[in-house]
Structures are given as C-alpha cells and as structure tokens.
C-alpha cells in the first residue's frame, strides 16, 4: 500500500496492533484541522484527545491511534499515544537519508526555521515545522510527517524547562543544531539566564556523528555554549557582527520595509537584501545563510530566496488598514513577546515615518523580574522616537507607571478595552504596532482591528510608502 505510513509500517515503527489494512497521507492531532486521509493522534492534555475519535472517522480520518480498543475501523492500537507518535518519528527519520536541521533559541526561532526551510526549497524536496510546532507533541509530529524521499528536514525546538531539548533532540538527531540567540524569556523556570543558556546547549547533545553547531558570536554565552558540544560533532560555526564570526555582518542599513546588509562567509563578501525591516532581521539572514553554505547550497540561490522572503503572520506582518476615513498602517508583532524581542519591535517601530504608537501586552513567564523588566522597556520606546504608547494588562501597568505623559496614551486591563482605547487616538497615516505575549490577548486585538466593519485590510506593501 502506498501513502506516508501503511498499517504494516506503523506496526513495525511502534510495535502497536493494526487493525485493518489501510495507508495514510499525513498526520494530525486536532480534528478542526484534521484532512480526509490522516491519521488521527489523540494526545491528552485539558481533554483527552479519545473522546474525539469518532469525530476523526467522521472527517474522513484514514486511521486513528488509540489506546482504547477498536475493532470495527482503521486503527492503530498502542499503549500511550504520544509514545507511539514519538515512534513513528524516530521511525522517519531512519527510513529517510534527509539532512535533517534543528533550531532554538529565546527569539528567532520560527523566523530562522522559515529562513532556512525557503532556501532549502530551492535546492530539494524540504520538509518543516509548520506554524511553531516545537514542544513535546510538535516535534514528533513534524518529524513522523516526512516523507522517505526528504531531502533537507527542517524543526523548530522550543522549551520552558530544562531537559526539554534533550528529550526532542534525542528524537531527531539532527546533522546540524542552530542556537539563534539566548535571551530572557521563561524566566519563571529559570534562575537567570545563564540557565538558560544551558537549556538551550542541550539541543548540542542530539548531534550526530560529524555534526555542525551554529552558534551566536556576539552573544555572552557563546563559550558556555561551546563547551556543550559533544566529542562527535565536527564543527562549531558562528554568525553575527563580531569579527571572528563565519558568517559576519559587516555593513547594515536599516529601512522602514527592509534591509540591506553587506556580509562575509568563507571569506567571499556580498550584498543582501531583506524586504524585512530591523537589526534582528539581519542577524536572522546570517544564521540562515551560514546553515545553507554548511549543507551546500548555492549562495545565489540562497540570496534570491532571501531577498523573496515573506513575513510571518504575527512577527512584523503589515497591513494597511482604511478605518472610517483614516488610513492606518497596523505592524503584527503579536505571535508572543520577551524583553528582546519586544525591543527589536520597538526598534523597528521607530524607522517609520509620521506618528508612532506602540501598544504592548503583558510579556509573561518573566519570573521575579517582571515589574522591571516591563518598566525597562521605556528606554527603547524613548530611543526610538516613539510618539504614543498604549498598554495593556496587569504586568504593563509596571510600564505604563513610568511612561512620561506626553506619551502616554492610557492602560487598559485587557484586549477588548485597549481596542475602545485606541480607536479614538488613531489619526491618517500613523502606524500602529502590537506585541505582546501569546496570553496576552494582543493576537485577538490585531484580529478585532482588521475585522472592523470598515477596515479594508489589505497587506500589500506597496501600499506601505508613507515609511519610505
């Protein structure tokens, strides 16, 4: 039987019990999204993902995993679902000769993964993490999703707790491991961030026999996380601005809607262009270039797939907004939020043209720093010029306390408020930008702005000119 898994490959992958004959052409664990042919995963989590089952078969699921018995459908019966999911992965990634890439890091991740997934593309059949698809399910399910004849495997690998990256980098064994950049994030599982840099080497220990570590340069850890790399690997290499980095940014020039940097890899320099705005964009490209020339890809091919790059819903997506007679120029930066990316956004923010306002949600998993490290956003906010700034929720009141009142534009306890608060501030042509955390609401108050009975979206960039 063809397909991406047959009942008989399932069997030999998990050691679970088939029952009936049947072949499936992908995976999924959630019957919303769920596809005609699929197989279904129950996962147990606030409800247990069973009870969905004859929902699955209803969509048109091709088999189901399950650890209650069935006798009358397709399935796959195993003692513990995600054990079998996490069998099926492990089973992947031994029937395919794909060179299979993983990347953490506190910011950057899903970015970089995009980056390096779209210039792989180009060059073979390529296989990655879809949306943020990096925890304990995410990963297993990516990988138990690729198909035999993959060329280049791409994965994202998050954590809160430390022994996390072990575990998924145990799973994938990748041939090369990339740290983006260590930063404070989940702090309240964390003593400081020296621990977390240490989490995020473990992602190191899952390397491969001659494997490559892409490590920042500029970043205080690069040593700590150096030292982490086991004896098998072959190579560490670096990106960034310092001088000893392989992939070494030297020149930068920073745009409303892009970037132009000129950089140096094996000792060749040249020019790339980003149509992503901000410094972190730029650094992106560097980790992103480095990974393709470690596995082989052409420079030029890797230039063009930079240069086409699109944005990412909720990290910098801009859409042009028509709200009543007034023309606004919403940035999405709401797919979640720590100290430095809420900087980087800022940053970006402050490029743009014309009146500036900045409206930001609580960061949260900050531990006891919290307070500080919301009021500590006030120096990026003056530094870029930032002409209002509206806040929103119970950790940003810690910001909105020391926001001078010329540009303070008022809190609001949560997503539905702050959307009464800031249509009355909005004037033609400002640009509005939202970050915050994932719990935060800011995801809902981007949604709610576009869905405004006259918003118009439309998220072309030539539309974008006011900033150039």
Same mark, same amino acid.
């Given at each position: 039987m063809s397909g991406l898994w047959s009942h008989t490959d399932a069997v030999s992958a998990t050691g679970g019990q088939a029952v009936g004959e049947w072949a499936i052409n992908g995976l999924s664990i959630d019957t919303r999204s769920l596809k005609p042919g699929q197989l279904f995963v129950p996962l147990k989590d606030i409800r247990d993902g069973h009870d969905f089952i004859p929902l699955a078969y209803e969509k048109g699921a091709g088999a189901v995993i399950s650890e209650r018995q069935i006798t009358?459908?397709?399935?796959?019966?195993?003692?513990?679902?995600?054990?079998?999911?996490?069998?099926?992965?492990?089973? %992947?990634?031994?029937?395919?000769?794909?060179?299979?890439?993983?990347?953490?890091?506190?910011?950057?991740?899903?970015?970089? $993964?995009?980056?390096? %997934?779209?210039?792989?593309?180009?060059? *073979?059949?390529?296989?990655?993490?879809? $949306?943020s698809y990096n925890?304990?399910? *995410?990963?297993?399910?990516?990988?138990?999703?690729? %198909?035999?004849?993959?060329?280049?495997?791409?994965?994202e690998m998050g954590m809160n707790h430390a022994g996390e990256l072990s575990d998924l980098t145990g799973i994938v064994r990748p041939n090369i491991a990339v740290i983006t950049k260590i930063a404070p994030a989940h702090l309240a599982h964390f003593k400081n961030v020296k621990a977390i840099a240490k989490a995020k080497a473990e992602i190191l220990s899952g390397l491969v026999k001659n494997g490559v570590a892409i490590l920042p340069r500029d970043s205080a850890y690069y040593s700590l996380l150096a030292q982490h790399l086991p004896k098998n690997a072959i190579k560490i290499a670096s990106f960034g601005w310092h001088k000893n980095a392989d992939a070494c940014i030297l020149e930068t020039r920073l745009l409303a809607n892009s970037s132009q940097?000129?950089?140096?890899?094996?000792?060749? $320099?040249?020019?790339?262009?980003?149509? !992503?705005?901000?410094?972190?964009?730029?650094?992106n490209a560097a980790c992103s270039l480095l990974v393709g020339h470690s596995v082989g890809l052409k420079l030029n091919d890797m230039l063009i797939s930079l240069k086409n790059m699109k944005e990412i819903q909720g990290r910098g997506e801009i859409n042009c907004l028509n709200i009543g007679e007034k023309r606004i120029y919403l940035v999405d930066e709401s797919y979640n939020a720590n100290p430095e990316s809420m900087k980087a956004a800022i940053a970006v923010l402050g490029l743009n043209k014309g009146r500036k306002i900045a409206v930001l949600g609580d960061m949260l998993e900050l531990g006891d720093d919290e307070a500080a490290l919301h009021a500590e956003m !006030?120096?990026?906010?003056?530094?870029?010029?930032?002409?209002?700034?509206?806040?929103? *929720?119970?950790?940003?009141?810690?910001?909105?306390?020391?926001?001078?009142?010329?540009?303070?534009?008022?809190?609001?306890?949560?997503?539905?408020?702050?959307?009464?608060?800031?249509?009355?501030? !909005?004037?033609?042509?400002?640009?509005?930008?939202?970050? *915050?955390?994932?719990?935060?609401?800011?995801?809902?108050?981007? %949604?709610?702005?576009?869905?405004?009975?006259?918003?118009?979206?439309?998220?072309?960039k030539k539309d974008f000119t006011h900033a150039l």
């Open positions: 009358d459908a397709p399935a796959l019966i195993v003692p513990d679902s995600l054990k079998a999911l996490e069998d099926l992965a492990v089973a %992947a990634r031994k029937r395919s000769s794909a060179t299979r890439i993983a990347v953490t890091g506190s910011v950057g991740k899903t970015s970089v $993964k995009e980056m390096i %997934a779209n210039m792989c593309r180009l060059s *073979g059949n390529t296989h990655a993490s879809i $949306k925890n304990h399910w *995410g990963v297993p399910l990516t990988l138990a999703g690729m %198909a035999q004849d993959t060329q280049y495997g791409v994965f940097s000129v950089m140096r890899i094996a000792g060749r $320099k040249f020019d790339v262009e980003l149509p !992503l705005p901000g410094k972190h964009w730029v650094e !006030l120096d990026p906010l003056h530094a870029a010029n930032i002409d209002l700034v509206v806040t929103c *929720g119970l950790r940003m009141k810690h910001l909105g306390g020391v926001l001078p009142t010329a540009i303070n534009a008022g809190w609001y306890a949560d997503h539905k408020a702050c959307l009464s608060g800031i249509l009355p501030l !909005l004037e033609n042509g400002d640009t509005l930008m939202v970050k *915050g955390s994932n719990a935060s609401g800011m995801g809902k108050l981007v %949604a709610a702005l576009k869905q405004l009975p006259s918003a118009n979206n439309n998220n072309n």
